[in-house]
């Protein structure tokens, strides 16, 4: 057709490209695990039959383990709902630029605007895969195999194992006794009990350790000492570092939003006591601080999350806060409240709208440091508990078999890596397109 | 200059107070009993009772703290419970191999980070120019503990160049002063440059960005059209100008380091502060986390009032006052 559809880039940049790339990759996804989606749509009917017939297990779907999860998934929403119509155009779009449509062109590109763009949706993926967790696991990400077969294989390398092989593969350690996937369990155990009518019965099933029961597993990325899938605990790794990344950030955004609202609206004394202390938690160093609260209080998700994100408000708290006292001048905040528009309302009309480039730029260069933090803290084995696997308490525990058995450290460690440089990149691209708006 | 400093110590120690304060309390208020760690849960119970009034636990908690702090201003930081040595002179043991890294760290930092900087600056908007800028982005977000597990597995693993942790080799009592010094040098290498190359990339891409601005400048090209070489231009205007930036990052990194680089030291076994500082946090030694807690906060604090008063005497428009 035309130039825009010469290579993929451009495709990516085109039009409607972000629901483009996220039709290709359900396509893709679908027809790998085309099992997975057919099952947990049933199990989803079957959970809405219940749901209206008012049945007893419902709370399951809120339990406090999978609380944090939801929690996570708004907060994404929320964030895509809020941001995505005014800053797609910003993050996606400049593939324009490059087939030379638009007429201003972009001094932006300048300084590291060149990757921001294919990095915008690389973040996405990751959020992508970290939310898709338990159906792109191809393992359970706790299950110890057996350790005279499984210990320490090789990337690429595959198991037999010979027995009753399961419909679908068991989900995570969360989900296991969640109420969806118990009811995927449940339709799996009825489908198994229609092809084989011995199945519900404890005697051994009749020919289970034929040759048709044979089945060859293969770890993607191999195992680790205790025989796990490492491809499957990068994934929930990446989920929980995501997940306690969102968490903390929007734990501190608030904080640094009511810190420096009130500090630049109120002026005065508040003003210098808030900064005052916002200096003090500056001084103190964050890791040290993060990691004697945690030593103290415990780790759970919660208090990790929490911890977090009281020791990062304070640079989001300045930014807000030297922000609001510049507006605070402006002819048309002077005009709205001679209009007798209470601060509230000013707050919400004018402030917000004009901060939210600043606040949305501070919030993904968090995200990276928050990230990173937890990773630090969890190789520290202060972190996430090791059954649970996170990317920092994998790269703590293959330390001993780093010698022998270099992929069970270096997996967790690229991926890490590669997300935290993916949300510093965009960061920098946001707040160089925001620069040259100003 | 002097009312700088006055008010610069007063608010430190305010600091120092607020932060010692809070993680005292938050060490005897939390549950769990340091009691425990040293005895075994067959121990009778007077035994336990006997050590809990030998460690002045069983006090009231603000009496304990006011001892603490009385004891602390007369240099007395108490006796350590894990070590059962007083604290100072726990601290006294480690604190020089933590300087001996931190230093060697920053040097390294220091070098590499300007030198990429002056090269990307010397061949500005060149393919050197944007992989240097590149490599420096990617590198500064890196986490520590993942550049010193790739320095692990290449140098020390693959290639078995370096030694992988401790400080000295078996036996090192019997060497020489020279092989000593030689052997300590191999054990510094690999958490030194663990610690340096994320904060070089850092400094790297500030250092550019203000180099760039200072050769914008008027006087830049007034000095180049005089005549001036390439060299002089730099050592006696592009350098004194963009320093400032550099400093006050490296102000807040010493003090961090020298408090102990936590990650890297556990990562390394290196003997200093962030691993007593990770032992005394898990054994719950009161009296050495507080003192930990000083030395580090003292540290900090210095180092960046001093990064503030280089950056005065750097750049004398930002004249404290």
Known sequence: ?438 | MIAFIQRRIFSASLLLGGMLTLIFFAAHLTPGDPVNVFLSPNVPQNVANELRHQFGLDQNIVLQFGQWVRNALTGNLGISFAYRRPVLEVIAAVLPNTAVLAITAIVFELVLGLFFAAVAVRRHNSIVDTMIRNAALVVSTQPTFWVGLLLLAMFSFAFGLLPSSQMHSLGAESFSFGANLFDVGKHLVLPACTIAIPGSGAICLYFRQSLLKVRREEYMTYAHSVGLSNWALFVYYELPNALPPVISILGLEIGTLLSGAIVTETLFAWPGMGRLTVLALSARDYPLIMGCTLVSGVFVVVANMIADLLYGTVDPRVRMT
Not at chain 1, 136 to 161: C, F
Not at chain 1, 296 to 305: H, I, K, M
Not at chain 1, 317 to 335: D, M, Q, W
């Open chain 1, 1 to 438: 057709m035309n130039k825009r559809f010469l290579s993929v880039w451009r495709v990516i940049g085109g039009q409607r490209p972000a629901s483009v790339v996220l039709a290709v990759v359900f396509i893709l996804f679908s027809l790998w695990r085309w099992k997975v989606i057919l099952m947990s749509c049933v199990s989803l009917l079957l959970v809405l039959l219940v749901f209206v017939g008012g049945g007893t297990n419902i709370s399951q779907c809120l339990r406090p383990g999978l609380f944090e999860y939801w929690l996570a998934a708004f907060v994404w929403m929320l964030m895509a709902f809020l941001f995505g119509k005014r800053y797609a155009k910003i993050l996606l779009g400049s593939g324009n630029n490059m087939s030379g449509g638009s007429g201003c062109s972009e001094p932006a590109n300048e300084e590291g605007a060149r990757f921001g763009h294919p990095a915008v949706l690389v973040l996405l993926s990751y959020v992508f895969v970290a939310m898709m967790a338990p159906l792109l696991a191809p393992h359970d990400p706790t299950a110890q195999g057996d350790l005279r077969t499984t210990r320490l294989l090789k990337p690429l390398e595959s198991r037999v194992t010979i027995g009753k092989t399961p419909l679908i593969e068991k989900d995570g350690p969360e989900m296991t006794s969640a109420f969806v996937p118990r009811m995927l369990e449940h339709v799996n155990g009825y489908l198994l009990q229609l092809k084989n009518p011995y199945a519900h019965h404890d005697a051994p099933m009749p020919g289970a350790l034929n040759e048709h029961d044979r089945r060859v597993e293969v770890f993607f990325l191999g195992t680790d000492d205790l025989g796990r899938d490492v491809f499957s605990r990068v994934i929930y790794g990446l989920r929980i570092s995501v997940l306690i990344g969102t968490l903390s950030v929007a734990c501190s955004i608030l904080i640094a939003s009511l810190v420096g609202f009130v500090a630049g609206i109120q002026g005065g004394w508040i003003d210098h006591v808030l900064m005052r202390i916002t200096d003090l938690f500056i001084a103190v160093p964050s890791l040290f601080l993060v990691i004697s609260l945690v030593a103290f209080f415990g780790n759970s998700t919660t208090l990790l999350v929490l911890v977090l994100g009281t020791t990062g408000w304070m640079g989001v708290a300045r930014i807000i806060r030297g922000e609001v006292a510049i507006l605070n001048e402006r002819e048309f905040i002077s005009a709205s409240r001679l209009l007798g528009r209470s601060s509230l309302q000013i707050v919400r009309d004018h402030m917000i709208p004009n901060l939210m480039p600043a606040i949305v730029v501070a919030m993904v260069l968090q995200l990276g440091n928050v990230i990173l933090a937890e990773a630090a803290l969890s190789f520290l084995g202060l972190g996430i508990q090791p059954p649970t696997p996170s990317l920092g308490n994998m790269i703590g525990e293959s330390l001993p078999y780093l010698r022998s058995a270099w992929w069970v450290g270096i997996f967790p460690g690229i991926i890490l890596s590669a997300l935290v440089v993916q949300a510093n990149l965009v960061g920098e691209r946001l707040q160089n397109t925001g620069r040259n708006r100003a």
